[in-house]
């Protein structure tokens, strides 16, 4: 009796999807999450002045302003001696400034009083980044950075 | 004569062809690494000054120029992994003939440019100034800087 042939099937290769999935999707996520490692960074926005027309470069007086002065200590460049309106002297003391600039607009000075910020150029950029928060934690919102001109 | 069971069509395992699936995914990953290496061409590590009262935003909102003030003992202006000259001198520098540039292409579009500051916490306000003064050259009045967030009573220690 002829035996009838097995025909035998080729074997059906199915490697296990599931965890390749799992890993993909792993990936997926980890990219997304990528661009958003700088979420510990913020942003202080302001408006420059406009140098250009016939009144660029020049100093705008305002003895009305409210002027913060950040000088160089002498020997430390890298230090910095607050000075507020031409008279009050607070060192490298920050907190004193923000009480000093707290008093003055409990006095009645709107909010958009000018403030003018103006350092050294010698003066670290995270002593003037500190000078205009405690002047935004005294809610004024009229802040300038004092540049130079010839 | 016994008849043969017929196997019902439910009792087979159901089987989704993952082939197409797989082809999306890998395509949303090429995607997301190309967009993330564009986005980090334009920043430069430098150590950011702290504050408290900036905001965090998302940049990528609006059109920018990011310019990165790195090495406070000998500064540089990088701009788009390109060091740029940032000296004030009569007329443009290459910074401001850049920002000019980028502003009148932004204009094009009805966009408004803005310059993001980058600069390390130990920069000299004289090169920010520099900055400043090259921004306003341009006309650019957009102006943010970039901080690390601080709760209020860290900075006042």
Redesign the interface.
């Known amino acids: 009796m002829a035996k009838h042939e097995r025909r035998e099937q080729p074997a059906k290769l199915q490697p296990p999807?599931a965890p390749?999935?799992d890993v993909?999707?792993q990936?997926?996520i980890f990219?997304?999450l990528?661009?958003n490692q700088?979420?510990?960074?913020?942003?202080?926005?302001?408006?420059?002045?406009?140098?250009?027309g016939p009144v660029?470069g020049k100093p705008q007086i305002d003895v009305q302003r409210i002027k913060i002065e950040?000088e160089l200590p002498d020997n430390d460049n890298?230090g910095v001696n607050i000075v507020l309106n031409d008279n009050q002297v607070f060192g490298s003391n920050?907190?004193g400034l923000?009480a000093a600039l707290q008093g003055l607009k409990a006095r009645g000075l709107p909010a958009d009083h000018p403030v003018l910020i103006s350092?050294?150029?010698?003066?670290?950029?995270?002593w003037?980044?500190?000078a205009?928060?405690m002047a935004?934690?005294a809610r004024f919102t009229n802040i300038h950075?004092g540049?130079?001109y010839d | 004569m016994a008849r043969k069971k017929r196997r019902g069509v439910g009792t087979g395992a159901v089987s989704m062809n993952?082939t197409p699936?797989?082809d999306i995914?890998?395509q949303?990953?090429i995607f997301?690494?190309l967009?993330?290496q564009f986005?980090q061409l334009e920043?430069e590590q430098v150590v950011?000054?702290?504050?408290?009262?900036?905001?965090?935003?998302d940049?990528f909102q609006y059109r920018n120029v990011i310019i990165n003030?790195v090495k406070?003992d000998n500064p540089e202006v990088i701009v788009m992994g390109q060091r740029m000259d940032y000296r004030v001198i009569e007329g443009d520098n290459e910074l401001s003939a850049y920002l000019k540039e980028r502003k009148a292409s932004t204009l094009e579009g009805g966009e408004k440019l803005n310059v993001?500051l980058r600069?390390?916490?130990?920069?000299?306000?004289?090169v920010?100034?520099s900055v400043?003064?090259a921004?306003?050259?341009a006309?650019?009045?957009?102006?943010?800087?970039?901080?690390?967030?601080e709760e209020?009573e860290d900075?006042?220690d």
Not at chain 1, 119 to 126: F, L
């Open positions: 999807m390749m999935i993909v999707f990936l997926i990219f997304m990528i661009p700088q979420a510990g960074e913020g942003y202080l926005t302001t408006n420059l002045p406009n140098t250009s660029a950040l890298k920050f907190g923000l350092p050294w150029m010698g003066t670290r950029h995270k003037v980044v500190r205009f928060d935004v934690m950075f540049v130079p | 993952m699936m797989i995914v890998f949303l990953i997301f690494i967009t993330s986005q920043i950011l000054p702290m504050s408290i009262a900036a905001e965090p935003k940049p003030v406070p993001i600069a390390d916490e130990m920069i000299c306000y004289e920010v100034a400043m003064l921004a306003g050259r006309e650019i009045q957009g102006w943010w800087i970039t901080t690390d967030i209020p900075l006042l």
